[in-house]
């Protein structure tokens, strides 16, 4: 039963130490599909499985990231787009001017909670505001670890918290709670915990000797060398949270987020377009090659300042195939051991070491965390987590809000942890930094399921179900 996990680790393991911040260009995806071809003998000559059965679970485990690939593929997109267009070098040089060194981390994670809770989506928020943010983090001097990390806590605050999250929404309805009720009572670990992620890079701001008023006015230099920056361009961020907040669906409001900054690239940086497209002769042709390469292709943009040049490259939906190549590689594996029963064998050993209120919180938070691991995909960790235990908790008179709270103290805010699940492929390759660099610096994300424990083992607003 313990045999595919027990590969996989020793796998990815032997990648860390050989291939080192590289593990994600293609040996973790080679890692996964070994372990998965174990898990599949394991079912076929254990269980005594067919082939065509354990194919039909795959096959349907990949068809259900379909809607995170395709998002994946527009994200790309808009990175090439919102840059190009002269939208994100826009913020990132008004924002400069206001975010202080001093305040920059807990304002930046304010500033993306704030976002976050009003739109219902991380990924949306780390890939628009989120990018911007480490820009200026860069210019003041900050570490890209620091810099990830309080963007990454604000983002899945918000989400955590908002009723437009479908991780939210998710928890709350697989587990049978009303909505607000799983946000009020996820607000006696949520709150806490930001609040302190907040002192600290308060704090760290406070504390750090940052350098970056040099690179403050070189970056504001080079950007104006570079775009036509201009008040006038943040419409297109502005209309997008309009179609969000309107409920848009999120693939719609991508897509025309796009379309418009594409138009922005032709009519506002037209010199640029032509430059990316290698044409020097102009026409609508011209224009036409060069926002196609601009949504599909990597951009290297001379701006005279090399941290900049770094800063303002973008990869499009091409920088994406990596990522989309491992959540494929990840949904065989979780695939595989769905159609064997191996995780839910797993979880009944699990079980029976819930006794008490803190072990079987611990337990459902622990649950979740290794579903994120094993399955890659945060939406199968609070379905999985929240269907294993939910009788349990019915049976032993708990509410289900304690379950809801539980799932996604441990499924959502630890998804962006685990550099293998697609939350957090996503994250790193949007802001540009590895998984285990911000891993550290989020500590909202790291604390949120310690919270859930220790308010079950003090037993604060514990209520048990009325019979």
């Known amino acids: 039963m313990l045999i595919p996990f027990l590969v996989l680790i020793l796998l990815i393991s032997c990648c860390v130490a050989v291939f080192g911040n590289a593990t994600l260009d293609g040996a973790s995806q080679v890692s996964l599909l070994v372990a998965s071809a174990v898990s ?55 924002g400069m001017q206001i975010l202080k060194p001093e305040i920059f981390l807990v304002s930046s994670s304010l500033l993306c909670a704030l976002v976050s809770l009003m739109i219902g ?16 983090g860069k210019a003041h001097g900050f570490d890209d670890g620091w810099i990830a990390g309080s963007i990454i806590t604000g983002a899945y605050f918000g989400d955590k918290l908002s009723p437009l999250s479908d991780t939210t929404v998710l928890a709350s309805s697989v587990s049978g709670t009303p909505l607000f009720t799983h946000i009020r009572y996820m607000m006696f670990t949520t709150v806490p915990t930001f609040l ?13 000797n940052v350098s970056g008023q040099g690179n403050v006015a070189e970056f ?20 997008t949270g309009v179609m969000i907040a309107r409920r848009w669906p999120s693939m719609v409001v991508l897509f025309l987020a796009i379309l418009m900054a594409a138009l922005v690239c032709i009519t506002i940086q037209p010199a640029l377009v032509l430059h990316i497209a290698g044409e020097t002769g102009g026409g609508l042709l011209a224009s036409y090659k060069g926002v196609m390469q601009v949504c599909y292709d990597s951009t290297h943009i001379e701006t005279g300042v090399p941290m900049l040049n770094d800063l303002v490259a973008t990869s499009g939906m091409g920088g994406m ?53 094993a399955l890659a995909d945060q939406y199968l960790s609070i379905m999985l987590s929240s269907s294993m235990f939910r009788d349990t908790y019915l049976e032993r008179g708990y509410e289900n809000r304690l379950l809801s709270r539980s799932c996604e103290d441990g499924a959502t805010v630890t998804s962006v942890l685990v550099p293998w699940n697609t939350c957090g492929l996503t ?9 285990l660099t911000y891993l550290p610096y989020c500590f909202f994300n ?3 399921p310690v919270a859930s424990i220790v308010v079950a083992a003090i037993g604060w607003k514990i209520v048990r179900r009325a019979h």
């Open 196 to 208: 302190l992620s907040l002192t600290i890079f308060l704090m760290a701001g406070l504390s750090m």
């Open 427 to 435: 994250q790193s390759t949007v802001l540009g930094v590895a998984t």
């Open 321 to 373: 195939m990596p990522t989309i190549w491992l959540i494929i590689c990840a949904q065989t594996f979780g695939g595989a051991l769905t159609a064997t029963g191996q995780l839910k064998d797993l979880m009944r050993i699990i079980l029976r070491f819930a006794r008490g209120t803190a072990s079987l919180v611990a337990s459902t938070v622990g649950t979740a965390l290794f579903c994120n691991i």
């Open 121 to 136: 989506s991380s990924w949306t928020t780390v890939a628009t505001i989120g990018v911007a943010l480490m820009g200026i």
């Open 446 to 448: 790291l604390l949120s």
């Open 220 to 239: 504001m230099e080079g950007l104006q060398r570079t775009f036509v920056i201009s008040p006038w361009l943040l419409l297109v961020p502005v209309m």
């Open 40 to 94: 599949v003998l394991v079912g076929h000559y254990q269980k005594r499985l067919t082939w065509d059965e354990l194919e039909k679970e795959i096959t349907a485990k990949i068809a259900s990231c379909t809607p995170a690939i395709i998002i994946l593929l527009l994200i790309g997109a808009i990175g090439g787009t919102w840059m190009v267009s002269g939208i994100v070098p826009t913020m990132i040089y008004y």
